[in-house]
C-alpha cells in the first residue's frame, strides 16, 4: 500500500501512527547543480536554482518512519511554499496540501537514490520509490523516499 499509494505520504504515515509527525531536517541547501535526470524529470533549465533537501520523518517514540530525498523548482512554487521548506519545521506534505497537484511514478538511478543512501546510511530498494509532484501546468518536484521498519506491525499476529 505504501509503495502504490498516490496521496500524501505525510498523512498516510499519520494515518498508520495514529499521531502526528515530526520531520527531522539533516540538510537542504539551494544549488544550480542538479542530475541531469532531475532537470530532465522536471523539465527543467540550465541555471535555474533548485532546493535539495534530505529528510526523515518520525513517531512519537522517535522512531524513523520514512526518508526522503526532494528537489524542488524554486522559480515555479509560491514564496509561501519556499519559505514553509527554508523553515524545515514541517513535512513536505503539509506544505503540498495546500497546493492541487498530482503525482506520477518515475523511475530514478541509482546515482539520484545515492545522495539520500548517503545521508541515511541505510538502503532498502525494496522499500522505495520515485515519483514527481506537479501542478496542473508543470512539474516541479522530484522525491526519492524510502519506508522504514517504524510503519510496519511490532507484534506478530497469532492464529
Excluded at 46 to 70: F, K, P
Aim: proline share 3%.
Amino acid at each position: 500500500m505504501l509503495l502504490t499509494h498516490d496521496g500524501s505520504t505525510t498523512r498516510l504515515c499519520q494515518a498508520l501512527t495514529g499521531a502526528p509527525v515530526g520531520v527531522y531536517l539533516h540538510h537542504q541547501h539551494r544549488t544550480t547543480e542538479v542530475p541531469t535526470e532531475v532537470r530532465d524529470l522536471l523539465a527543467g533549465e540550465v541555471g535555474e536554482i533548485w532546493l535539495q533537501r534530505v529528510t526523515s520523518l518520525y513517531n512519537t517514540s522517535g522512531e524513523v518512519l520514512m526518508d526522503n530525498l526532494s528537489f524542488t523548482r524554486l522559480n515555479s512554487v509560491p514564496d509561501w511554499f519556499i519559505q514553509g521548506l527554508d523553515e524545515g519545521q514541517a513535512p513536505i506534505g503539509h506544505l503540498l496540501d495546500q497546493l492541487f497537484v498530482k503525482r506520477k511514478a518515475v523511475t530514478t538511478s541509482s546515482a539520484v537514490q545515492n545522495l539520500l543512501w548517503d545521508t541515511v546510511g541505510k538502503t532498502d530498494a525494496l522499500a522505495s520509490r520515485s515519483y514527481q509532484i506537479a501542478t496542473s501546468d508543470h512539474a516541479f518536484m522530484l522525491i526519492f523516499e524510502v519506508f522504514r521498519g517504524a510503519l510496519t506491525p511490532q507484534e506478530t499476529m497469532r492464529t
